[in-house]
T-cell receptor, first 112, second 111 residues
């Protein structure tokens, strides 16, 4: 089974600053990778996913993540954050069984 | 727009009660899942189902059971609720490896 490590439990940042949320997964022959976002008192929403093809994937709200096979990483980045990006972010990885394993989450806190 | 609907946003139950958490999806997905979410622990898989009447234990099945009589509905059952089952419960469904669609969650408090 996959294991997923989110290295930071909390990331505070000022508005309009860049941010990187780190995620590492255990190596596997094939892997599908996901980032989910959870706003307060809501369920999780899929932010972006890597299934195959281009290693750089983007979301519609300015986030991007890069699949790095050699470093077994799938870090999430945004060049300029907004207050509204304050949320919990979960990285997930799935192997052949398609059942994702989730990291423990990173709380992104954007300060004005 | 695809939807996973959890019947209750908030529930308060007494210790020892039998509790049913309901989840319905409208995407004709084969696979459905129940997670619980606790601060600092992330999401932990309780049970999942890959077909009607089929179920598999996840990482923390103790104290829970599930029912899937119809493809669109997956119920989580707490046979005798305990205070350590106070948590946020999340239902999700998926087709083949294309990412989950989650419900809004049910915050259960057992007193």
């Amino acid at each position: 089974a996959q294991s997923v490590t989110q290295l930071d439990s909390q990331v505070p940042v000022f508005e309009e600053a860049p941010v990187e949320l780190r995620c590492n997964y255990s190596s596997s022959v094939s892997v599908y990778l996901f980032w989910y976002v959870q706003y307060p008192n809501q369920g999780l929403q899929l932010l972006l996913k890597y299934l195959s093809g281009s290693t750089l994937v983007e979301s519609i709200n300015g986030f991007e993540a890069e699949f790095n096979k050699s470093q077994t990483s799938f870090h999430l980045r945004k060049p300029s954050v907004h207050i509204s990006d304050t949320a919990e972010y979960f990285c997930a990885a799935a192997g052949g069984s398609y059942i994702p394993t989730f990291g423990r989450g990173t709380s992104l806190i954007v300060h004005p | 727009d695809v939807k996973v609907t959890q019947s209750s946003r908030y529930l308060v139950k007494r210790t020892g009660e039998k509790v049913f958490l309901e989840c319905v999806q409208d995407m004709d997905h084969e696979n459905m899942f129940w997670y619980r979410q606790d601060p600092g622990l992330g999401l932990r898989l309780i049970y999942f189902s890959y077909d009607v009447k089929m179920k598999e234990k996840g990482d923390i099945p103790e104290g829970y059971s599930v029912s899937r009589e119809k493809k669109e509905r997956f119920s989580l059952i707490l046979e005798s609720a305990s205070t350590n089952q106070t948590s946020m419960y999340l239902c999700a469904s998926t087709g083949q490896g294309r990412g989950y669609t989650f419900g809004s969650g049910t915050r259960l408090t057992v007193v």
